[in-house]
């Protein structure tokens, strides 16, 4: 398979099985109302979420589950005890299922999350 550029989100998309690319399209819509600045790009063959030049996190398909990469250890292991009906923790991976849907509170808290990781990384330069 061909490499994909940091601006080939469609193609990437286009390649995922259709529930997958439907939930990576909903995720991307809800991560960029949540954080108006992150701009979801390829990186590493995945989807990452850029704010400036910096990607706070990054989301995939893959043939059988759907992940979230990049997130902290201890967030990832919260999430998945306190969710554990939608998560399962694969080293730092959160995957998870296209079908049922994932609750956009829990997105959005993820997001979140990053998002203020990332201010406070930012700020501490």
């Not at 259709?18 to 909903?26: S, V």
Request: net charge neutral; hydrophobic share 35%; proline share 6%.
């Amino acid at each position: 398979m061909e490499k994909l550029g940091a601006e080939q989100v469609p193609e990437y998309l286009s390649l995922q099985s259709e529930q997958n690319r439907a939930q990576l399209e909903r995720i991307i819509k809800i991560v960029k109302e949540e954080i108006p600045d992150a701009k979801p790009c390829i990186s590493y063959q995945i989807i990452g979420f850029a704010v400036g030049k910096k990607k706070i996190f990054y989301v995939s398909g893959w043939s059988d589950h759907l992940s979230f990469h990049g997130t902290h250890k201890h967030t990832n292991q919260d999430m998945a005890q306190a969710y554990p009906q939608w998560f399962t923790l694969k080293g730092m991976t959160l995957q998870f299922q296209a079908q049922p849907e994932l609750p956009e509170p829990i997105i959005r808290a993820i997001a979140q999350e990053r998002y203020q990781a990332y201010l406070t990384e930012t700020n501490a330069k």
